[in-house]
């Protein structure tokens, strides 16, 4: 579990994360959400980095140890951070992309191990026919889709240290995404992610979202923490008002098991019919 205690970061002289108590636990979907500007990122960044921009404050813990003893590699082992973007000075092409995965132990794999596993996630995430295309050329799906391919297989235990626990932070992987590839990306990710075990940490701005795919939700709001627990318990109408400004309403989803949420105006009465009017 990577536990985070009384997080605190000051830039600037603001408080950007203030006095934050979260976790992410294997096995599971954490959301954090909040307008912009409430120390999403920050908190991913703080509960990833040993080393954060600012002035910090707070412990993290990753499976009972602080993350500074942690050393760099032994960490990237445990989890992967997959950022809002990344911008490559050169044309790799995918596959290239993908064998970044194997830094942690690129030298305990032999040329055909890599390539190996570069072509079993390239199969997974359905990139076989990308492989040689230059990543800069890609469409901002696929990028995504290449990213987790190289996160995933930098966490591939392959089957040697299956006690081991392995994290995921995914910072807002929706971002610039089309509808039907943000529910793509987000299925694909949780989905392999809870097959794993896996703990995943996602920074989302969509309430459906993360309405379908989370366990464990985290709302911020000015850097405070508004609300942090089971999707059950604190998805409510009163957290989402108070975290984002807008009323809504909460139903039942018509087709997944899960809530379907409407936002409204804050504060403005409910004008909209029951049902749509019928064509005459």
Known sequence: MIRGTNLTVRLGGRVILDGV????????????MGKNGAGKST???????RNSEGAVAGAVEVDGRCLSVYDPKELGRKRAVLAQSVHLGFPLSVAEVVEIGCYGRYD????RQRRERV???????????????????LSGGEQKRVLLAKCLLQLDHDGT???????????EPTAALDVEQQYRFVHLATGLARERGMGVFAVLHDLNLAARFADDLIFLKGGKLVAAGPKASVLTKT?????????????????????LITTLPYEQPNLAPACAPQRT
Do not use: M, W
């Open 21 to 32: 108590d979260c976790t992410v636990r294997p096995g599971r979907v954490t959301v954090v």
């Open 239 to 259: 957290i989402i008002r108070t975290t984002f400004d807008v009323d809504c309403l909460i139903q039942a989803h018509p087709r997944a098991d899960c809530p």
């Open 43 to 49: 908190l991913l960044n703080r509960l990833a980095s």
């Open 119 to 137: 072509r079993h996630y390239l199969d997974l995430l359905e990139l076989t026919d990308l492989r040689d295309r230059s990543y800069p050329t």
């Open 108 to 111: 305990a794999l032999t040329t």
């Open 161 to 171: 240290d299956q006690k081991t626990n392995h994290y995921l932070l995914l910072d």
